[in-house]
C-alpha cells in the first residue's frame, strides 16, 4: 500500500525566501509528526498533529516555522524568511492513535532543504 | 525531559557474526521504546518496540532487543549479521501518558563486512 509522500524532495532556495514542505499520510492515520534531521542536531521533534485536536508546537524552533493539516490528512510545514540553518532533511511521519494504544510511526522518505 | 543515549557513533562486525547496538534512555515514567533502520536516501524505517510485557521484543529482518529496565537499556541484536544490514540505526523513547512524539539517539552506524 502507498506510504507516506513527501514533496518537494529536494527544495534549494535563497536566504530570507520562504519555503513549504508538503506532507500525505498514509490514509487512515490520524496523527502526524514533523521531525528534522540536521548534522549538528541529530532528529528533533517540530509538530505534532492528532484529529482535530490543537497541534502539539513544542519543538519549533522560532516563530518562523508553522504547520497545518487540512481535513485531517495533508499537512504544510511552512518556514518564513528561511536562515542557513533552516538546511536539514524535513521527515514527515504518520501514525494510528486510537486512546491509551501506542502505534509505531510511519516516515516518509523526507524534503531535503538546502538553504543558500 | 526524556533523553536518549547511542554510545557507538560506528560499529563494525563480521559477516555471520552476531551484532549488538546499544542504547540507553532516561525519561521520567514508563517508557516506550522503538528502534528505527535508515537506509542511505531513504527514510526511517520501523524495526520494532516495546510498549509492554515481555522484555524480549522480536521485530524485522531477525533483530530483537532486550528492555531491561534497571539498567535503563534497550539494545538492538541480532545473532548473525548480513552485509545488508549495514545502516544507520536510531533507538528513540516516548513517555506513557505522555508526548507521543519521540525523542531520537544520535543513531549508531553499522558496518557489516563480508
Redesign the interface.
Known amino acids: 500500500g502507498a506510504g507516506?509522500s513527501q514533496s518537494p524532495s529536494n527544495k534549494v532556495t535563497e536566504k530570507g525566501k520562504d519555503v513549504e514542505l508538503r506532507c500525505d499520510p498514509i490514509s487512515g492515520h490520524t496523527?502526524l509528526?514533523w521531525?528534522r534531521q540536521s548534522l549538528g542536531q541529530?532528529?528533533?521533534?517540530l509538530i505534532?498533529f492528532?484529529g482535530n485536536s490543537a497541534p502539539?508546537k513544542?519543538?519549533l524552533p522560532s516563530d518562523r516555522f508553522s504547520a497545518e493539516r487540512t481535513g485531517g490528512s495533508v499537512s504544510t510545514l511552512t518556514i518564513q524568511r528561511t536562515q542557513q540553518e533552516d538546511s536539514a532533511v524535513y521527515?514527515c511521519?504518520s501514525?494510528l492513535?486510537s486512546g491509551?494504544v501506542?502505534n509505531?510511526?510511519?516516515?516518509?522518505?523526507?524534503t531535503r532543504l538546502t538553504v543558500l | 525531559a526524556q533523553s536518549v543515549a547511542q554510545p557507538e557513533d560506528q560499529v563494525n562486525v563480521a559477516e555471520g557474526n552476531p551484532l549488538t547496538v546499544k542504547c540507553t534512555y532516561s525519561v521520567s515514567g514508563n517508557p516506550?521504546l522503538?528502534w528505527?533502520v535508515q537506509y542511505p536516501?531513504?527514510?526511517?524505517?520501523?524495526l520494532l518496540?516495546y510498549?509492554t510485557g515481555d522484555n524480549l521484543v522480536k521485530g524485522s529482518y531477525g533483530f530483537e532487543a532486550e528492555f531491561n529496565k534497571s539498567q535503563t537499556s534497550f539494545h538492538l541484536k541480532k545473532p548473525s549479521a548480513l552485509v545488508s544490514d549495514s545502516a544507520l540505526y536510531?533507538c528513540?523513547v516516548?513517555i506513557?501518558?505522555g508526548?507521543?512524539?519521540?525523542?531520537?539517539?544520535?543513531?549508531t552506524r553499522l558496518q557489516v563486512q563480508p
Request: hydrophobic letters at 35%; proline letters at 2%; charged letters at 15%.
Open positions: 507516506v496523527a509528526y521531525y541529530g532528529l528533533e521533534f505534532y492528532q502539539d513544542s519543538g521527515l511521519a501514525s492513535a491509551g501506542y509505531e510511526q510511519f516516515f516518509g522518505p523526507g | 516506550y522503538f528505527y536516501n531513504r527514510g526511517l524505517q520501523f518496540k510498549i536510531f528513540a516516548s506513557v501518558g508526548r507521543r512524539a519521540l525523542t531520537f539517539g544520535s543513531g
